[in-house]
């Protein structure tokens, strides 16, 4: 399963997300969010979309386990 990574700047604020399991980078908060658990949220919630669009569609394929 497609785990969330996250990089951080020296503040500990995360600065970029993306997928393990594709690579696909997360998009980030426009104007760049600050609080440091307001951008986790936001990349989550990124992530959770991207999880629900790309590969739950290819995970629940019969045909793409082949």
Known sequence: MPELQ???DVNS???SAKC????KQM???TP???NSI???VW???QFRLHVARI???VLGNPASSR
């Open 38 to 40: 307001d951008n986790v």
């Open 27 to 29: 998009p980030r908060g």
């Open 20 to 23: 393990s399991l594709c690579g």
């Open 13 to 15: 604020i995360p600065v």
């Open 32 to 34: 760049r969010i600050m």
């Open 55 to 57: 590969h739950l569609l």
């Open 43 to 45: 990349f989550a919630a």
């Open 6 to 8: 996250m990089s951080y």
